[in-house]
């Protein structure tokens, strides 16, 4: 009988020791963030800043 909650107790560890390594996995950023002019560059190809003065035709 000791057997089988030393197999639960294991098999519950490995359970919770894989879904935390898989979340730890998944929450890292595939890139690096942009910086200020590469920011800027996205917003203006968008259409996103149309009402700053700067942008008007």
């Known amino acids: ?3 089988f909650w030393i197999g639960i107790t294991v ?6 020791g ?3 390594l898989i979340g730890k996995v998944l929450s890292k ?5 942009m910086n200020r002019d590469q920011q800027m560059t996205a917003l203006k190809a968008s ?3 149309k009402h700053r ?3 008007r035709n």
Do not use: C, D
């Open 53 to 55: 003065k700067s942008n």
């Open 1 to 3: 009988m000791t057997g």
């Open 47 to 49: 259409g996103a800043l």
């Open 29 to 33: 950023p595939t890139r690096q963030p």
């Open 18 to 20: 894989a879904s935390v």
């Open 11 to 16: 098999t519950v560890l490995i359970v919770i």
